[in-house]
């Protein structure tokens, strides 16, 4: 079973602060990582993709990714509270047409 | 723009009652899905279909069909509703290639009372 482990959270940070989120996955060959946000009642929306190992800024958002020890993070710089939302971590296993997703974790960030 | 669509945002239904939950994409991918999202519980993958005419069953396919018939729509089926599949359902899409996004619809809110 290829699984995908998040922090359930709720993960509460004050405005302005970093917040960061980690995941983890089991299948050493994954080749795609993905982070989704998602607002309470809405759907998931893409809020960065890496590939290869090291760092990925885009904004102020940061994607870590170390292949070795199987683990994805996700930095948010500069939080706001219009970041607060459960944030889903997503890996394509090698071979596979689907992502296998996370739980997510809850960020709370506080005014 | 890429674009997902479901046919309906709130759905109410009866216990025993067919539904049907429709999902159309406009980006010409050959991989569309269908999940069900539950508190705790995470989004979960009922069906998947990566060409017209062929399906896979994901996690949980139980009380559920699929139709594709054509490239950019993916119907899901309950048979005959029931009170444990009141849920969020999400339909998806994606290209074949790994890297690519996949894209979420909007996804339909459905009570089975």
């Known amino acids: 079973q290829k699984e995908v482990e998040q922090n359930s959270g709720p993960l509460s940070v004050p405005e302005g602060a970093i917040a960061s989120l980690n995941c983890t996955y089991s299948d050493r060959g994954s080749q795609s990582f993905f982070w989704y946000r998602q607002y309470s009642g809405k759907s998931p929306e893409l809020i960065m993709s890496?590939?290869?190992?090291g760092d990925k800024e885009d904004g102020r958002f940061t994607a870590q990714l170390n292949k070795a020890s199987q683990y994805v993070s996700l930095l948010i710089r500069d939080s706001q509270p219009s970041d607060s939302a459960t944030y889903l971590c997503a890996v394509n296993p090698a071979g596979s047409y689907q992502l296998t997703f996370g739980k997510g974790t809850k960020l709370s960030v506080i005014p | 723009d890429v674009k997902v669509t479901q046919s309906s945002r709130y759905l109410v239904k009866r216990t025993g009652e067919k539904v049907f939950l429709e999902c159309v994409q406009d980006m010409d991918h050959e991989n569309m899905f269908w999940y069900r999202q539950d508190p705790g519980l995470g989004l979960r993958l009922i069906y998947f279909?990566?060409?017209?005419?062929?399906?896979e069953k994901g996690d949980i396919p139980e009380g559920y069909s699929v139709s594709r018939e054509k490239k950019e729509r993916f119907s899901l089926i309950l048979e005959s509703a029931s009170t444990n599949q009141t849920s969020m359902y999400l339909c998806?899409?994606?290209?074949?290639?790994?890297?690519?996004?996949?894209?979420f619809g909007p996804g339909t809110r459905l009570t089975v009372l």
């Open positions: 998806a899409s994606k290209t074949h290639t790994g890297t690519d996004t996949q894209y």
């Open positions: 890496i590939y290869s190992n």
């Open positions: 279909s990566y060409d017209v005419k062929m399906k």
